[in-house]
């Protein structure tokens, strides 16, 4: 792949932030006309690097999996695995919170760029707490990720925190 020209890679970046926001807020239902509007570029900008809405909703939904890999792969370095655990849960969970639409977008697009990577940076942190004693040892990676996924989406409104938290201490060795 080429190197984009400096003011091509802004105005990608300016794209995907406004892509960001916007799906995050409103899912696949979002408009391209407002995501360039609100990114400062053409509709044309937006479809000259991302033919589809979809492929537009990938790149979202991508760079959103990179973040979630770099928040593990911090978790795995921490000197407290237990700490590192219930960190890592709460700091994916604000960054879930705050972008609801994005899990509509993974629903239409019926995959993850990179779920499997994180799955596995999941596992390694869930077994490092798990080794240290601080996670109960009867549950398994993807008990957590559902556990925390179903207290996350059948919270009432504002209340997700307190619900997590319930989630949270059940998993506390």
């Known amino acids: 792949m080429t190197e984009l020209r400096a003011d091509a890679r802004r105005n990608l970046e300016r794209v995907l932030d406004a892509a960001s926001e916007v799906f995050a807020a409103s899912?696949?239902?979002?408009s391209i006309d407002e995501i360039a509007r609100l990114a400062g570029v053409g509709h044309g900008t937006v479809f000259r690097r991302f033919?589809?809405?979809?492929?537009?909703m990938f790149a979202v939904i991508e760079?959103?999996?990179a973040e979630m890999q770099a928040l593990a792969e911090e978790a795995i370095e921490a000197d407290d695995p237990?700490?590192?655990f219930f960190d890592f849960v709460h700091r994916v969970a604000e960054l879930s919170m705050r972008t609801p639409?994005?899990?509509?977008?993974?629903?239409h697009c019926g995959s993850k760029p990179g779920a499997a990577e994180l799955e596995q940076l999941v596992a390694r942190i869930v077994a490092r707490a798990q080794r240290?004693?601080?996670?109960?040892?009867?549950?398994?990676?993807?008990?957590?990720?559902?556990?925390?996924?179903s207290a996350l989406t059948s919270a009432p409104p504002g209340q997700w925190r307190r619900y997590l938290d319930v989630v949270l201490d059940g998993l506390r060795a």
């Open 132 to 149: 240290a004693g601080a996670v109960r040892r009867d549950v398994e990676p993807a008990d957590v990720q559902l556990l925390v996924r």
């Open 101 to 107: 639409g994005l899990h509509r977008c993974v629903v």
């Open 63 to 65: 760079r959103h999996v």
């Open 27 to 30: 899912g696949p239902d979002a």
């Open 82 to 84: 237990g700490e590192a």
């Open 51 to 56: 033919p589809t809405k979809d492929d537009l």
